[in-house]
């Protein structure tokens, strides 16, 4: 027990150093790639193939396989986010300033993705684009804040200190995100009786929930891969005059 | 083989919308890594240049 | 040297600042005039339909009372970052939270409590029935407030750069007051409860002074390094 302690806290720690993390992650990264890709590959054509049609409301619920692991992943990354900053303002750690501003952008464009996906989905079956539904609307409103995190980072010139900013404002986010929620359930039901829920059926059929569930790792791990890009040229950039980078690329040292 | 097209295509009439949300779905992912791999590529030649 | 209690510093801030406030009568007027021009715009664009304005009242009110919090917001700290008075006391090792409380409280003396009055004239050329009054103003009380600590945190961030910058930040951090402070004034207007909405704003006040506070002494440090 002790041991795989002994190896965790070991692995974090080198994890926190950039060029072990270059080194490892440039291991990995194909790996990664194939495993994403192909677990996504297969979650999207069994969801567009050979999942049964709904019930309810035909074909077009296949957007589901899209639009919720994309919604959760627009979640789940500002919840990553907010530790990067927890971890960034305490411990001062390089390297989850640098996760937390290459996250940012991927998961913008999840939420960005979320909301797209749920408008076309709503075209057919509730008959408009947008619907000032709660769900939508709080979707909408951290986007928003992904937009705010991202606009902050890139008007500070310093790249440490810009970190630090949006740990800061990342970490008011996550104060603030189920505060948000709440609010605008409670505004919803004051102003208008809840019409439509956006889930279909709640009890979902094993037969649509295996692709779901396939699908959802799959984007976490194309999640995994994007990360990994963006850190490593985060990485290259903010260290490009250490030494460790000019002998990796045969520079003067 | 044209009617089996049609029938994936349009699926039962909103095909098109789930469609268009695969293509966007990939085009935001293609996206994500192209320009992921662009910076990548300056960084290298700007690493060269030193 | 004398040992200076906090509630002797917070005084001794809170004077300056406010002396500094009212020899320059634009700080406080601004804010005022603002709200006012953009509450009467609404019936302008809209027409002026008393069924249609009362019902509006609430959103239009807090609209214009956000915006016209925002606009004041880079003032906080950017006169004493610049001539050194900052400096002055982040080496003075008194705590620094004693500053930021003072430098909201300032804030929301010179924007907050001008918009709480003029929030009675917006709500009198509004048609706002007159039942609504009392929950408007604990609601503008308790919301501006807030937006005084998340401006403050808004404008350390943002210290030295672009002012829609700022504006950026605190806009959608500010929903949840937006929403409960509306909810406030259109649950009176439809004689409902709204006792809920305002302890949850003063919860989030309550968490929020503390918290932002603390946080914006974290960001002002940021320029410090």
């Known amino acids: ?253 | 083989m044209l009617n089996g097209f049609d029938e994936v295509f349009l699926m039962d009439g909103n095909g098109p919308y789930v469609w268009s949300c695969l293509v966007i779905f990939i085009l935001i992912l293609v996206l994500n890594i192209f320009t992921a791999l662009k910076r990548k590529n300056k960084i290298l030649k700007s690493l060269k240049k030193l | 040297m004398m040992q200076s209690s906090i509630s002797d510093w917070l005084t001794i801030i809170l004077r300056r600042d406010l002396i500094i406030a009212f020899r320059r009568s634009s700080t406080y007027i601004t804010p005022l005039i603002f709200f006012l021009i953009v509450v009467t715009f609404f019936p302008l664009a809209l027409g002026p339909q008393e069924s249609l304005l009362s019902s509006l009242a609430p959103g239009v009110i807090w609209i214009a009372a956000l915006l016209a919090s925002l606009l004041a917001v880079e003032t906080i700290f950017s006169e004493d970052f610049r001539d050194g008075t900052l400096d002055d006391f982040f080496i003075s090792l008194e705590p620094s939270f004693i500053l930021v409380f003072a430098k909201v409280l300032i804030h929301w003396l010179i924007t907050g409590l001008p918009i709480l009055i003029a929030s009675m004239i917006a709500a009198l050329v509004l048609y706002l029935p007159f039942e609504s009054f009392i929950p408007m103003i604990f609601s503008l009380l308790l919301g501006t407030s807030f937006m005084s600590l998340l401006g403050a945190l808004g404008a350390a961030l943002s210290l030295g750069r672009s002012a829609i910058l700022s504006a950026i930040i605190v806009l959608p951090f500010s929903i949840p007051t937006l929403l409960m402070g509306t909810s406030v004034i259109s649950s009176s207007l439809i004689n409902q409860d709204f006792s809920g909405y305002l302890m949850i704003m003063g919860a989030m006040l309550a968490i929020g002074i503390p918290g932002l506070c603390l946080l914006t002494v974290e960001a002002l440090l940021l320029n410090y390094e």
Request: glycine share 6%.
């Open chain 1, 1 to 253: 027990m002790n041991k795989i302690w002994n190896f965790i806290k070991r692995w974090f720690i080198e994890m926190g150093s950039p060029p072990l993390f270059y080194k490892w992650s440039s291991k990995i990264l194909p790996w990664l790639s194939i495993v994403s890709i192909l677990i996504l590959g297969v979650g999207l054509y069994w969801g567009m193939f050979y999942a049964p049609t709904d019930y309810k409301q035909g074909d077009v619920y296949r957007i589901l396989f899209i639009h919720v692991p994309s919604a959760i992943l627009g979640q789940s990354i500002f919840m990553f986010m907010a530790i990067c900053g927890f971890i960034n303002m305490i411990w001062r750690a390089k390297i989850s300033g640098m996760m937390l501003k290459s996250a940012a952008p991927i998961g913008a464009s999840f939420t960005l993705l979320a909301l797209v996906t749920g408008s076309i989905w709503g075209k057919p079956t509730w008959g408009t684009w947008w619907v000032w539904d709660a769900r939508l609307t709080s979707t909408l409103i951290l986007f928003f804040i992904y937009a705010a995190l991202i606009g902050l980072h890139s008007t500070i010139e310093d790249k440490t200190k810009a970190d630090r900013a949006v740990s800061i404002l990342s970490i008011v986010g996550i104060a603030i995100i189920p505060v948000i929620k709440k609010s605008v359930d409670w505004w919803q039901t004051l102003h208008q009786p809840s019409t439509f829920t956006i889930t279909s059926s709640p009890s979902m059929s094993p037969d649509m929930y295996q692709p779901l569930l396939i699908c959802v790792i799959g984007f976490y791990l194309f999640f995994a891969l994007l990360l990994t890009l963006n850190l490593r040229n985060e990485v290259l950039e903010r260290e490009k005059n250490k030494n460790w980078v000019r002998q990796l690329f045969g520079g003067l040292s």
